[in-house]
């Protein structure tokens, strides 16, 4: 079945640097990949999607970038700040079937003041 | 966000009891999942619905039933309660299109 692997398990950066977290997936009939952050003790918010037919998109500090030949994609945080500080989780999907997520493991990102 | 709720947002019960974990959605969305949050683990499918009538098994099942008499309701329920159900509970829905999934606040279940 679809699978999805995401690295760094944890990441830590100083405030203003960049961060960056990759996942790749299994299934090559994916076409949905949505990012989410989860503060401590929070509900997972979504925070920015891609679609296949798209190679990057840009929302003020966070992108993403996708690689279909690849099968992976990355959020990218310019200008971290500590309040980026929490877990990321990355998710593949085909739309349309069962409205499955699959999701990586997530990411701990620590942002040092 | 405010359009996806679950009750109760705490729960301590006894192993062996059964337990109801209600959730419920005003968008009228076609899909409606749940998950669990254990240290370690992420999020895992327990149940999800692609419609009223319409549920399927997740990745960890065991120990759970769903139903979905109403659109915009998917009550989750333990019929005996394990140690091992204690766990962060978390409901999600989404629309027809399967694009943008959206979580309730979640339940903290504890099983003693």
């Known amino acids: 079945g679809e699978n999805v692997e995401q690295h760094p398990s944890t990441l830590s950066v100083q405030e203003g640097d960049s961060a960056v977290i990759k996942c790749t997936y299994s299934d090559s009939a994916s076409n949905y990949f949505p990012w989410y952050k989860q503060e401590l003790g929070k509900r997972p918010q979504l925070i920015i999607d891609?679609?296949?037919?798209?190679g990057e998109k840009k929302d003020q500090r966070i992108a993403v970038t996708l690689n279909k030949t690849a099968k992976h994609f990355s959020l990218h945080i310019t200008e971290t700040q500590p309040e980026d500080s929490a877990v990321y989780f990355c998710?593949?999907?085909?739309?349309?079937?069962?409205?499955?997520?699959?999701f990586g493991q997530g990411t701990t990102l620590q942002v040092k003041p | 966000d405010a359009g996806i709720t679950q009750s109760p947002r705490y729960k301590i019960t006894e192993t062996g009891r059964q337990v109801t974990l209600m959730c419920h959605q005003t968008?009228?969305?076609?899909?409606m999942f749940w998950y669990r949050q254990d240290l370690g683990h992420g999020l895992r499918l327990i149940y999800y619905?692609?419609?009223?009538?319409?549920?399927d098994k997740g990745e960890v099942p065991d120990g759970y039933v769903v139903s979905r008499s109403k659109t915009e309701n998917f009550p989750l329920t333990l019929e005996s309660a394990t140690r091992s159900q204690t766990s962060v509970y978390f409901c999600?829905?989404?629309?027809?299109?399967?694009?943008?999934?959206?979580f309730g606040p979640g339940t903290r279940l504890t099983v003693t």
């Open positions: 998710a593949a999907s085909i739309t349309g079937n069962t409205g499955k997520l699959i």
């Open positions: 619905s692609a419609a009223a009538d319409i549920t």
């Open positions: 999600a829905s989404s629309d027809d299109r399967g694009y943008e999934q959206y």
């Open positions: 968008w009228s969305h076609s899909y």
């Open positions: 891609i679609r296949s037919n798209v």
